[in-house]
């Protein structure tokens, strides 16, 4: 799509907590954007339902985008979920039926506005994404077209809960800050008096999600509840879907691709879990000029730019480069397929035993990694922050089995899913396995394409629990996150197979090894034509959005973060310490100070699958003259061969005096993990 924008600009109005009744009785606050014309007309409106606090905590975002879509001739409509912000009631967990319900009634309401022209899209980044992919499903009759953002699925696939496979150290770690999140009070000056009230109705009437979710280790109906995968065919409206390959959900858009029947285009780029246009890398090609097209087409009926002649999937491939965990900007190009599934694109096999290397003659390999293996990987869920992307896996790659092509004469270029087909075995009637797709220079530094992993109760699907018998071989297949990657001439490809990768899977309850059959094992790799793209692939997409209109603010503490490894020479315990500050911002107009920090802490000893360990905390601070507001949370997640144990507390504070504490020290069954 082109990014020239020649449309006229409007000025702005802003009104502050618009409430919205829901069919219970619930209020919603909402905050909304609208264009001021000169011969004002019922206009097209943008939605984005989220739960993350529209009078400060996501305030600065959400200038940026809505103010956006207003001076282009959009209502943009931003309400805070139940639960959240200045909205009454409680949030019970994540997409739950009463979330999607509200949706939709949101919808409803603006369908019936005196300045709605009827046609309502909607958009959002993760939440946000998922809330317009659960609402497309449900059909209002209003809702014409959405733009999903690095949006999930499956919530038990990769929703933050059993990420592809494993339970995540870090998939904790979000139910922990998302019961923060909830228990964070009102605006004093937008509810008045009764803001004590409601503070004290979410401390005491908000679940623990972090204990409901380990509660539930197999895909039951807490997990299909909310996942889009299973109503694909429900959704009948025009999806524009966009993901990063360093997101945490990168598998998205090919998923959408591949299963809606409505008209679906899809772009997938080199940020992380960002919306585009404020990721570090400054080739996201104007997101916002994109979206705008899309609503242009859709909701205006301008049809000067024809969006269903644009390419199925245009994706960015980046090059064979040094692995830096603070990467900014990534050697590449865009690519498009006009269709997916391409016939440009094969799957390419790799016999574990002839094509690839292993030092060894033997038909057998023997696999038992180190607990620690996988602190080189990255974040399970980077925000374009500190340190958050992978590393070298060199060192990780030195404890695994690996399996390397000879140096490449010729470039290879990878776009899709890549699979690993393994027969193997385990000692225990446990296990799990572990794949890294790497990129290997002459030097050795490797550089991480992709990963997979699999508990091997899960081989014969997420939903049933299929037992592992001891020193019996079974066929399993891990499916790789997607990507678009070209790796050069003089590299090398390595499939690297460990037992472990910590914190992104938790530990299994027992040492074991795994000793897989070469003979009857693969790797296959989604390899391009890229012939045809050579013209494509010289032009320049790299273009710098330019400065959007920003909230009135003033930073009065600059944000900063930390991260570092240690260990403890009489314990053994390694020790992965990370922690953002995100500042205090005074929001000039409300005259209100905002400041939230958080930890987290991830322990494990080498040889010792039981010691592993984390502890999260987080807090918040909200001030506005003599109006002072704290919240402190800390969670304690231990483990022994049956049991989780979960220990932690919130204390609210009101001024310098406790408002309110909240206690938690449960156990959960190690069922599956």
Known sequence: MSIQNKMEKYSVKIKEDIWIEMSDGVKISTKIWFPILRNPQPLPAILEFIPYRKGDASSMRDFVIHHFFAENGYVSIRPDMRGHGDSEGIMEDEYSLRERKDAVEIINWIEKQEWSNGKVGMTGISWGGIASLQAAINRPKALKAIIPVGASVDRYYDDGAYLVGGYPGQGLGWGAVMFHYCARPPDVDIVGDRWKDMWRDRIEKTPLYAEKWLSHQLRDE??????????????????????????????????????????????????????????DVDHSDSFLNQALIWWNYWLKDNKSINVLKEPAFKAYIQESHLPNPNETIKNGYWVEEETWPSENISLQQFDLLFDLDNNTDNNYAVINSPLSLGLNSGEYMPISGFAEYPQNQKEDDAKSVCFESKVLENDIEILGTSYVNLRLKSNKDLGLIVARFCDVAPDGTSCLISYGLLNLKLRHGKDKCAPVQP??????????????????????????LSTNMWPMAWPMAKDFLITIDKTASNFQIPIRNSKN????????????????????????????????????????????????????????????????????????KD???????????AEFFLQRNDWLVQSKSFLTVKCDEKYFYLKGNIKTYEGKHLFMEKKWNTRIKRDIY
């Open 222 to 279: 807490t997990w299909i509840n909310g996942s889009i995968c299973e109503d694909y065919d429900k959704i009948n409206i025009p999806v524009l879907a966009i993901s990063g390959w360093y997101d945490c959900w990168p598998n998205t858009v090919i998923r959408l691709l591949e299963n809606l029947s409505s008209p679906v285009k899809a772009i997938s780029g080199s940020w992380a879990h960002v919306y585009p246009h404020l990721n």
């Open 471 to 496: 020193e019996d071989f079974m066929d399993i297949t891990i499916r790789m996150n997607d990507t678009g990657w070209r790796v050069k001439k003089g590299q090398k490809l390595r499939l690297a």
């Open 533 to 604: 793209t050579e013209s494509f692939k010289n032009s320049s997409l790299k273009i710098k959005n330019k400065i959007l209109t920003q909230i009135n603010h003033q930073v009065k503490k600059e944000p900063s973060a930390n991260r570092y490894i240690s260990k403890d020479p009489g314990s053994n315990e390694i020790h992965y310490h990370v922690s953002h500050d995100g500042g205090k911002v005074n929001f000039l107009d409300k005259k209100l100070d905002f400041q939230a920090k958080n930890s987290q802490d991830y322990y494990i």
């Open 607 to 617: 040889g010792n699958s039981l010691s592993a360990k984390i502890k999260y905390k």
